[in-house]
């Protein structure tokens, strides 16, 4: 094929393939972009309409312009849902990134050097095994562990003496959200590894002996050098695990229900609530909208920023 | 280096291996403890605590809870919406990437934006004009309406990959097919498909295990408990089977093995996906 | 290709066990055992194999009385309609309480459903026209006069989901209250009696908090338990007028007036001197009621519907049951409905279902299994704690007691009561302010259908 598409390269430069090629190939575009827009814009934009008005989703929806979002900014608990979920951002989008990092340079340096693939393989995959779980099922099992009376935490702690550490864990405002924190942590740590992890095999190791040799410590190594060299990487990582914790839904859903109060109540579940056990669709479809807004412009600025890392590499 | 420093060194590295192993361990534990106090029975635990080994192998409490969720039917829903999902994904990210990829559609870059962009919507927004788009359509409460809305969902990730991948195809590659008497869909086919199969895999898995963990539009479009999934049949546990410790673990344990298998057999292709996605 | 190889086989070796397990016939969920006795008595009357179609059923009711009466009811009808397939679903409540609204506007719904009472649920949706007018049906079969007055207030709403006027949209065929069960044994153990005034009822707790027991326990972690808690205070200082309006979104309710401050104040008063010990808000409504059953805590102050479960369950000591003492109304109130949505494809087999759950030997089935029914003859019950049970609500009945249940006047009152009680029993906010958090959602949603 290749040696034809050779020969016959002066007749086709003078085929006029430019719009033909187009053509044809819009065809294959339609039944996507049909779907796309049946699926996704049409009832984005409905929602969107919707937050204009006040509906109890049977009926038809009242028109009262900006009401709803008036209502937004009065409501303590809109405030408090994208406050948990910007804590649950900060908390895990770093704390998982670092120890990922971490771990990703300890296995590639050292592990597998020492042990070999096999060993490390082993390793990535035990950190990466809560992942493949959904998160809802994830959430029962801490739900389980962290049960007051007869969960596994409290039981230990009494067992090794530490009995006044005992808490209602997600009974208890203080350390309800954290629970939660604890349980994304360890759900999410796999994922920074495995892709740092890959990130580094593209790393040329010459960077690091020169490094070595001119006397950096592995410290210095990792911070300056590797660092650098996985930013693209650090970077995806960041982002998805943003939107990741501003999607916060299921793990609420089972953990707490929002509680104790409004202390783990989180935007997605508040959203839900309003539409489907208060009956004030509207109002829910304002806090959606808010919600997508964000995200939008988390995305957005992620790719005008790997645009920019792409034209300076 | 001398020696203090070498010294130093390997302790830091003994240290940090001993340290790597305990936080294993640590990230294990749940799915060990879920495991053997799903073969206790009640009293096994409250007296012997959650750490010790089942005294025998108690089938009973698994086995209530399997009856008790409808367990073979949530598990038949799950494999029947997980496929679908996955393969209609793919059909439809294939013949999108083909047109943006290969025929180089003009405005390719924004209709991958655009695309992508549906990934990251929160479901909740597109939530309630669906459920009436698919009353009118008399398709609520199938499961129907999830493949579709889910595949279409994916199919953005899935058009946004493969639009990269096929840009290995060069337009010389592509017009000497022509000119060797290819159309378009033998083009597709024929040649594409198989090349980009192994990124296919990897888009397979990805979107099976995806939608297998999908929570939120299955607990508002699968109202029917024969529909369910078994995420959802795992949310609303409630009732006797939700009662005791050993039988909240059972349940648990029934919703992570499948899990387990799946990564099991695909590990390999799921961190090589993963590590596909990340770099464009 | 391997990895597709692998994926195919895989799908191969599941179908299998999923066939295999499904042809192993394990009943669905719901499903039980015949009641021989009940259905062989109808079998020779009234049999009618030319009727056929299909009977959607939808419940979540499980392992309790009324699950008990109406398995029953399902196999009388069986008996009664052969050539009908009954599809019966097994549902929770909170699933019924978020999707009931969609369902019910979908044409995917059930012949006859179970719906919670009150404005905010059957209230809302008969407004909205989902729900078949039951009125003259009832009129016509006589569930009118089974009902009485007392129990048509929650079956009837008008077309602004008001309760207690307009029309019949829901029929209930069982009673519901809410008491304190106690443990009879460690009452004795620690030489406490049934208390018969609030101060007493506090003394009781004081004492088995004195002795490191926790007195009450409390399933806070779902929320909607703690409205009944709660509840149970208000009632020290309300009236019929007050209750009626509360509940009909009528007249002047003042939030910070003597009934809900006492509420508020009395609840949040037991949760500091420790009635609820500390976990209360970590715990979920079935491990709170397990620690009763296996006889860790004393007292449980919930409803009737676990009563029968209770029966079967607790084995290891004795229990009995009292109301709150020293006041005139007591939470409770007629049972859930049975609807039939304005979608339905078989109503007449629904009134046929329904009609079977009023009657005589459902009924008695009820009773036997430690409910409430509503039309059973009850000198037939020689079980002495089913008669406690039915005595006790008769009592309340006669004395016209029933209050109704506190989330019924708006939608989602459950979650946002809940959560403020949640933080009220937590210590997060005091009772004034937990009275002005609950009335925005009541003055919200009433001042919006106004």
């Known amino acids: ?313 | 280096m001398d020696n203090k420093s070498i010294i130093f060194n390997r302790m830091v590295k003994s240290l940090s291996l001993f340290a790597i192993i305990v936080l294993l361990l640590i990230m294990l534990l749940p799915f060990a403890l879920i495991m053997i106090n799903s073969f206790k029975t009640e009293a096994e635990y409250y007296v012997s605590g959650p750490f010790s080994l089942p005294k025998s192998f108690n089938l009973d409490t698994l086995k209530g809870v399997w009856n008790m969720m409808d367990f073979s039917i949530k598990l038949r829903n799950s494999i029947i919406i997980s496929l679908s999902t996955a393969l209609l994904a793919i059909a439809i990210s294939l013949f999108t990437a083909f047109a943006l990829g290969i025929g180089k559609v003009k405005g390719k870059f924004f209709f991958i934006v655009f695309f992508l962009l549906a990934m990251v919507l929160p479901q909740e927004v597109l939530v309630f004009p669906l459920y009436y788009l698919f009353k009118l359509l008399g398709l609520y409460n199938t499961q129907f309406s999830l493949i579709l809305t889910i595949a279409v969902l994916y199919s953005s990730f899935g058009t946004y990959l493969l639009s990269s991948v096929f840009s290995v195809f060069t337009r010389e590659t592509i017009e000497a097919a022509e000119i060797d008497g290819c159309n378009k869909l033998q083009l597709l086919f024929r040649i594409v498909v198989p090349v980009s199969m192994p990124s296919l895999s990897v888009l397979f898995v990805f979107f099976f295990i995806w939608s297998w963990n999908e929570f939120f539009m299955p607990l508002i479009f699968l109202i029917s408990n024969n529909k369910q999934t078994i995420p959802i049949a795992m949310a609303l546990a409630r009732g006797e089977y939700g009662e005791t410790v050993t039988s909240q673990a059972a349940a648990a344990l029934l919703g992570i093995i499948p899990c387990i298998i799946f990564f099991v057999l695909f590990q390999r292709t799921l961190t090589k996906g993963i590590t596909l996605g990340s770099i464009k | 290709m391997r990895e597709l190889k692998k994926i195919l086989l895989w799908m191969l070796v599941v179908s299998m066990v999923v066939v295999f397990s499904m042809v192993g016939c394990k009943p669905a969920a719901g499903e039980e055992a015949v009641v021989e006795e009940e259905v062989a008595e109808v079998a020779e009357e009234e049999v009618a194999p030319a009727v056929e179609g299909t009977l959607k059923i939808w419940h979540y009711e499980a392992d309790n009385a009324m699950s008990a009466s109406w398995d029953s009811a399902m196999e009388e009808f069986k008996a009664m309609y052969p050539n009908v397939t009954v599809e019966f679903e097994l549902k929770t409540f909170e699933q019924m309480q978020e999707t009931a609204k969609m369902v019910l506007s979908s044409n995917d719904v059930p012949d006859v459903m179970e719906c919670n009472k009150g404005s905010a649920t059957a209230g809302l949706y008969a407004a909205e026209g989902l729900l078949t007018d039951l009125t003259d049906e009832a009129e016509a079969r006589g569930w009118d006069e089974i009902l009485g007055s007392s129990f048509q207030t929650t079956s009837r709403y008008d077309e602004n989901g008001t309760m207690g006027l307009g029309n019949l949209y829901g029929i209930t065929n069982y009673g519901e209250f809410v008491m304190v069960y106690y443990n009879k044994d460690m009452f004795e153990e620690y030489g406490v009696e049934v208390p018969t005034s609030l101060e007493e009822f506090e003394a009781v707790a004081d004492t088995f908090v004195a002795e490191g027991i926790v007195p009450l326990t409390l399933g806070g972690l779902d929320k909607w338990p703690l409205g009944h808690n709660w509840y149970e205070m208000v009632l020290y200082n309300v009236d019929r007028d007050f209750i009626t309006n509360f509940q009909t979104l009528q007249g002047d309710i003042d939030f910070q007036g003597a009934a809900f401050t006492l509420g508020a104040e009395k609840f949040a008063e037991h949760a500091t001197k420790g009635y609820y010990g500390t976990n209360a808000n970590g715990i979920g409504y079935d491990d709170a009621n397990a620690a009763f059953v296996q006889g860790q805590v004393p007292m449980n102050i919930t409803g009737s519907w676990m009563y029968g479960g209770f029966l079967t369950q607790i084995e290891d000591f004795e229990w009995g049951i009292f109301i709150m003492p020293g006041k005139d109304f007591n939470t409770g109130s007629g049972g859930n409905l049975w609807v039939v949505p304005q979608n339905a494809k078989n109503k007449d087999l629904a009134m046929e279902f329904i009609n079977l759950t009023l009657g005589k030997s459902a009924q008695t089935i009820m009773a036997n299994a430690g409910g409430i029914p509503i039309n059973a003859d009850l000198t037939q019950i020689t079980d002495p704690k089913v008669l406690d049970l039915n005595e006790a609500f008769n009592n309340i009945v006669q004395n016209d007691g029933l209050a109704y249940y506190p989330d019924w006047p708006v939608p989602g009152y459950m979650d946002t009561l809940g959560a403020s009680l949640q933080e009220l029993i937590a210590g997060t906010m005091t009772p004034a302010e937990f009275n002005d958090a609950i009335a925005i959602p009541y003055n919200d949603y009433k001042a919006s259908i106004e």
């Not at chain 1, 935490?153 to 350390?175: I, P």
């Not at chain 1, 892709?195 to 990792?222: C, H, K, N, T």
């Open chain 1, 1 to 313: 094929m290749v040696h034809k598409a050779y020969s016959t390269n002066t007749k086709t430069t003078t085929l006029n393939t430019g719009s033909s090629l187009k053509k044809g190939y819009l065809i294959f575009l339609i039944p996507g972009v049909l779907l796309f827009l049946l699926i996704i814009v049409f009832p984005l934009l409905a929602n969107i309409g919707l937050s204009f008005t006040k509906w109890s989703g049977v009926g038809t929806p009242v028109w009262v312009g900006f009401d709803n979002y008036m209502k937004a900014i009065g409501d303590s608990i809109f405030w408090t849902s994208f406050k948990n979920n910007l804590l649950l951002v900060i908390v895990i989008t770093t704390i998982p990134t670092l120890i990922g990092l971490l771990l990703a340079g300890f296995l590639f340096e050292y592990i597998a050097t020492k042990f070999g693939r096999g060993t490390t393989n082993f390793f990535r995959a035990g950190f990466y095994l809560p992942q493949i779980v959904p998160v809802v099922v994830a959430g029962i099992v801490w739900r389980w562990i962290l049960q007051p009376n007869w969960g596994v935490l409290n039981w230990s702690l009494k067992a090794v003496g530490l009995g006044m550490l005992t808490r209602s864990w997600l009974g208890d405002a203080s350390t309800a959200l954290p629970s939660i924190m604890m349980m994304m942590i360890w759900f999410q740590i796999g994922y920074p590894l495995v892709i740092f992890m890959a990130a580094l095999q593209r790393v040329d190791p010459v960077v690091y002996e020169a490094a070595a040799l001119d006397g950096a410590s592995w410290f210095q190594r990792f911070f300056y050098i590797t660092i650098r060299l996985i930013r693209p990487e650090i970077f995806v990582v960041v982002v998805t695990t943003i939107i990741f914790a501003l999607k916060t839904f299921g793990q609420v859903y089972v953990m707490t229900g929002g509680g104790p109060g409004n202390a783990t109540i989180v935007a997605s579940y508040f959203s839900y609530q309003n539409f489907f056990s208060r009956s004030r669709v509207g109002y829910g479809a304002t806090i959606a909208t808010v919600l997508t807004i964000i995200i939008i412009l988390v995305a957005i600025g992620f790719i005008r920023m790997q645009i920019k890392q792409e034209q300076e590499s």
